[in-house]
């Protein structure tokens, strides 16, 4: 069956550093993938999405790009913030099926 | 635009005992789902709606939950009885169809504990 496999955290950061949240997933055919991200005491968000290999999705700074040749959707920033500390969830789905989530990673930024 | 809504926001209940969640999805949004969030883990896919008829809940405990989706709008998942183990964030999410580049947009989620 399809599944996500993301680094273990915390992830901890100081203010302006470059972030690397890695994700590799298994799944039958070409799945789309996402990255979800969870603020403190809030739902969960789309943060960015991937459709097909080698599309890049992008928003608020982040970026992943979809590799079907090492099955990857690593997450990345190039200068964090204090206010990016929450849990991010790479998930992905193949037509039809369900969303499969990752376990998470925290991170935690500090100033 | 209003987002997806869910009450109670928590809930506290010794085991045994019976609870029921309500969502209200995105007016036009035709798939709603409820996930099951475990402390610690990624959320888990209980069962997904189009319109008011059941895709899949094959990861469903047909034996204690149970979920309706009456009219295609709103909807309701209940535990009957609960154990420890339900205890766990609940989540509802909807969408406009079922492809897999379809968003899903969830609720803030009720937070069960079972004593």
């Known amino acids: 069956g399809n599944s996500v496999t993301q680094m273990e955290g915390p992830v901890t950061l100081s203010e302006e550093a470059f972030l690397t949240i890695n994700c590799t997933y298994t799944?039958?055919?070409?799945?789309?993938l996402f990255w979800y991200v969870q603020y403190p005491g809030e739902g969960l968000q789309l943060l960015l999405k991937a459709t097909k290999a080698d599309d890049k999705g992008s928003n608020k700074g982040f970026e992943a790009t979809y590799r079907k040749e090492t099955t990857s959707f690593h997450l990345e920033k190039g200068s964090v913030q204090v206010s990016d500390s929450a849990v991010y969830f790479c998930a992905l789905r193949g037509y039809g099926n369900k969303l499969v989530f990752g376990a998470g990673t925290i991170l935690r930024v500090k100033s | 635009e209003a987002g997806v809504a869910q009450s109670p926001r928590y809930k506290i209940i010794e085991k045994r005992q019976s609870v029921a969640f309500w969502c209200n999805p995105i007016s036009g949004h035709a798939t709603l789902y409820w996930y099951q969030q475990i402390l610690g883990q990624g959320p888990k896919l209980l069962i997904q709606?189009?319109?008011?008829?059941?895709v899949d809940d094959s990861q469903l405990p047909k034996d204690r939950f149970s979920a309706e989706r009456l009219k295609g709008v709103d909807s309701t998942l209940k535990i009957q009885p609960a154990k420890l183990e339900d205890s766990a964030v609940y989540l509802c999410?909807?969408?406009w169809g079922q492809g897999a580049g379809e968003t899903q947009y969830f609720g803030p989620g009720t937070r069960l504990l079972v004593l």
């Open positions: 709606f189009q319109n008011n008829g059941v």
């Open positions: 799944a039958t055919g070409y799945p789309s």
């Open positions: 999410a909807s969408s």
